[in-house]
């Protein structure tokens, strides 16, 4: 299975240009924890609730805007990334979300959450047709490492 498959189509986008309110309001509206950062139809960096966290734990305001507190060195997925692969990528980079990208342009978003809802629904439904190139036992490990950032 594929990203493409189950990743969101509906999901936060903001401007660099955009406050850390706006962004806020955004992922809100969307219900997700993370906001792809674009301008001009490209991916430029994410922001995420953990981003916006820590802007208020230093003090800092909500009319910040985006630019200054984005993660700008942003790994992506194309919607062809296989779901192990994707969850590899957010385990050994720990964050929780993965902009898809595909021809330049951000088609969906993939989530620790959607990730651990697949495997979840995999491991329970017996579909081990999808699973016969992984462990079980370390997607499971995999999956402990993403909720609890264990080594």
Do not use: C, Y
Not at 19 to 46: H, W, Y
């Amino acid at each position: 299975m594929d990203l493409a498959e189950i990743m969101a189509t509906t999901f936060a986008i903001v401007k660099p240009t955009a406050t850390l309110a706006d962004a806020s309001r955004r992922m809100i509206d969307v219900d997700t924890g993370a906001a792809a950062v674009v301008e001009n139809e490209a991916l430029v960096g994410m922001i995420s609730e953990r981003d916006l966290l820590r802007v208020f734990r230093d003090g800092g305001s909500p009319d910040q805007l985006v630019q200054e507190r984005m993660t700008r060195d942003v790994l992506a997925a194309s919607p062809s990334t296989a779901v192990p692969e994707a969850m590899a990528i957010m385990v050994d980079g720990k964050f929780r979300h993965l902009p898809v990208v595909k021809d330049g342009r951000v088609v969906g978003m993939i989530s620790m959450r959607d990730l651990m809802a697949w495997a979840s629904l995999t491991i329970r439904s017996g579909g081990h047709s999808e699973l016969d190139e992984v462990d079980t036992a370390e997607l499971l490990a995999t999956i402990n490492r993403m909720r609890t950032g264990a080594a």
